[in-house]
C-alpha cells in the first residue's frame, strides 16, 4: 500500500521533501507519479518517473522548481519542491503503475492517501 509521507505548513519561498514509500511492493518495478488536488478542484498532475528513472515529466506549474526521483535502496519516490508558493497548497497523491506512466492518472492502478501541503503567504 502505498503511503505518503512530508507534507505540511510552509512558509512562501521554503521548501518540502514529500516522500512515497510501500511495505509490500519494489517500486522500482513501478511507474510513478505525483497529483494535488485542491478541494472543489480536479487533481492535478505534478510530475512523474518511469520504472527505470529514464523519462521524468513536469507540470508546467513545479517546473524548475522541483525534482522527483527515486530511492531505491530506500523503497520510496520522493518529491523536492522548492520555492513555494501560496498556489502549491493541496493535497498531494502519490500513483503507481506496472505499465502505464506520464500525465493521466486514470492510467495509474495504484493509489497513496495523500499527504496535506500547505504554503503560507
Known amino acids: 500500500q502505498l503511503q505518503a509521507c512530508g507534507g505540511g505548513l510552509v512558509h512562501a519561498g521554503g521548501s518540502l521533501r514529500l516522500s512515497c514509500a510501500d511495505s509490500q511492493h519494489t517500486l522500482v518495478t513501478y511507474n510513478m507519479a505525483w497529483f494535488r488536488q485542491v478541494p472543489g478542484k480536479e487533481r492535478e498532475f505534478v510530475a512523474s518517473?518511469?520504472?527505470?528513472?529514464?523519462?521524468?515529466n513536469y507540470a508546467d506549474s513545479v517546473k524548475g522548481r522541483s525534482t522527483i526521483a527515486r530511492d531505491n535502496a530506500g523503497n520510496t519516490v520522493n518529491l523536492l519542491m522548492n520555492s513555494l508558493m501560496p498556489e502549491d497548497t493541496a493535497l498531494y497523491f502519490c500513483?503507481?503503475?506496472?505499465?502505464?506512466?506520464?500525465?493521466?492518472?486514470?492510467?495509474?492502478?495504484?493509489w497513496g492517501q495523500g499527504t496535506l501541503v500547505t504554503v503560507s503567504s
Open positions: 500513483a503507481a503503475d506496472l505499465i502505464h506512466s506520464g500525465l493521466n492518472g486514470d492510467r495509474y492502478e495504484f
Open positions: 518517473i518511469s520504472y527505470d528513472g529514464n523519462m521524468i
